[in-house]
């Protein structure tokens, strides 16, 4: 099984965006969708070349709440800034140190930093595990590295690093 479906959830979800976007559940598209979604997770499996061992389904809950919460957030801040701010912003580059070694963790704490308005993840600092972050109005630089490494960085560390500990 595993052979065929190395990735089954990832199947699931394109035999469905296929059925969607066609609009009908019909044979032929039942019968093409499931050779999409077979053939595809197949095609790209060489792109990944790491297994994701993903677990702890409350702490990724909670996680997602966390990060909607701050999206929210910090539109509003940013979209006050931009309409009423006039020219005090406090544009700045600050270090986060990280201990999140994970290529995948690493990748989703990069996608939830970026999709936050008003901060940009800008590197890893080469010779150092520190991250490079600007922020588009700073006020306190101990809030920010706080901030993610208690509320992002430590549940992605127990989300993907918690066999390896």
Same mark, same amino acid.
């Given at each position: ?9 990832? /199947? #699931? +979800? ?15 598209? &039942?019968?093409? @969708? ?13 792109? $990944? ?23 929210? $957030? /910090? /539109? ?8 009423? @701010?006039?020219?005090? #912003?406090?544009?700045?580059? &600050?270090?986060?140190? #990280? *201990? ?9 704490? +990069? ?16 010779? /150092?595990?520190?991250? +490079?972050?600007?922020?588009? *109005?700073?006020? *306190?630089? +101990? ?23």
């Amino acid at each position: 099984m595993k052979r065929w479906l190395p990735t089954p959830l990832i /199947s #699931l +979800a394109l035999l469905l965006l296929w059925l969607m976007l066609n609009q009908s559940i019909e044979a032929a598209h &039942i019968l093409l @969708g499931a050779l999409i979604a077979i053939a595809v997770p197949l095609l790209i499996a060489p792109l $990944r070349p790491t297994a994701v061992r993903v677990s702890r389904p409350l702490t990724i809950i909670r996680l997602t709440f966390h990060s909607l919460i701050e999206i929210l $957030r /910090s /539109s509003f801040n940013v979209c006050i800034l931009i309409l009423f @701010g006039g020219g005090r #912003l406090n544009t700045q580059f &600050i270090r986060v140190p #990280l *201990d999140l070694r994970d290529p995948h963790g690493l990748a989703v704490l +990069a996608c939830i930093i970026n999709s936050t308005p008003g901060t940009v993840w800008v590197e890893i600092i080469p010779g /150092s595990n520190d991250l +490079a972050l600007h922020v588009f *109005d700073l006020h *306190d630089a +101990a809030w920010w590295v706080d901030m993610i490494k208690s509320k992002l960085e430590q549940p992605l560390i127990d989300i993907f690093e918690q066999e390896k500990a």
